[in-house]
């Protein structure tokens, strides 16, 4: 347990409804981080926040997809009107400085 | 070409046997380089951190050479539970000054009896 926790670990929906996940950070760590995986694949960057600040999106991250820190804590990642093409692993990741990021438990989603 | 590439395997090897897997990439300013396992259906855990020339913990060996562009992770006496899917990831400097990871698509590695 590297103690950065996610929620909820498995969501089921259908295509065209909204989502909601959640990271909890390591408590000291101000940088946080939100990748995806699919099948086969290694994890794909999506945002990047320091502390409440979202200093970087991925291409990846289309309109339909919002991330938020606030206080700098907690972090909360939104799929809106979600598609089959969403369905995947949503790893979040936390850091101090330039030290190894240290990932969560994953919330893996399906979209019917 | 991919920023960083693995064979994706999968190693089936015995038991005790000693197995290396190569992870290449492309950006040549990369500073650091890390080594993740990864359990079916789990999150990445990282392995090993490749800092400099190479780094060494109990079985397990990773390697970097800058001028070929590489990094490898070797494991000695290879058991069971080496089974997984290992990860090379590149460090790279986001635009707002974090450093995100760019991975490979994993290799696989099964340990047989």
């Known amino acids: 347990d590297t103690g950065v926790s996610q929620d909820p670990r498995h969501k089921i929906t259908k295509r065209g409804q909204n989502v909601t996940f959640r990271c909890d950070p390591i408590?000291?760590?101000?940088?946080l981080y939100w990748y995806r995986q699919t099948l086969g694949q290694g994890p794909e960057f999506l945002t990047y926040?320091?502390?409440?600040?979202?200093?970087?999106k991925s291409r990846l991250l289309s309109d339909r997809f919002s991330a938020e820190r606030p206080k700098g804590s907690f972090s909360t990642l939104e799929i809106q009107r979600t598609e089959q093409g969403d369905s995947a692993m949503y790893l979040c990741?936390?850091?101090?400085?330039?030290?190894?990021?240290?990932f969560g438990p994953g919330t893996r989603l399906t979209v019917l | 070409r991919k920023e960083v590439e693995q064979d994706p395997g999968p190693f089936n090897v015995p038991e005790g046997a000693t197995v290396a897997f190569n992870c290449t990439y492309s950006?040549?300013?990369?500073?650091?380089f890390f080594w993740y396992r990864q359990d079916c259906r789990k999150e990445p855990k990282l392995l090993m951190s490749?800092?400099?020339s190479g780094n060494e913990d109990g079985r397990f060996t990773a390697q970097l050479n800058r001028a070929s562009q590489y990094i490898s992770l070797l494991i000695r006496d290879s058991k069971l539970s080496d089974s997984a899917t290992y990860l090379c990831?590149?460090?790279?400097?986001?635009?707002?000054?974090?450093?995100?990871?760019?991975f490979g698509t994993g290799t696989q590695l099964k340990v047989e009896l």
């Open positions: 926040f320091q502390n409440e600040a979202q200093l970087e």
């Open positions: 990741a936390t850091n101090k400085l330039y030290n190894e990021q240290f």
């Open positions: 490749v800092y400099s």
């Open positions: 950006n040549s300013a990369s500073q650091s």
């Open positions: 408590s000291e760590h101000n940088r």
């Open positions: 990831a590149v460090n790279g400097v986001t635009t707002g000054g974090g450093n995100k990871l760019t």
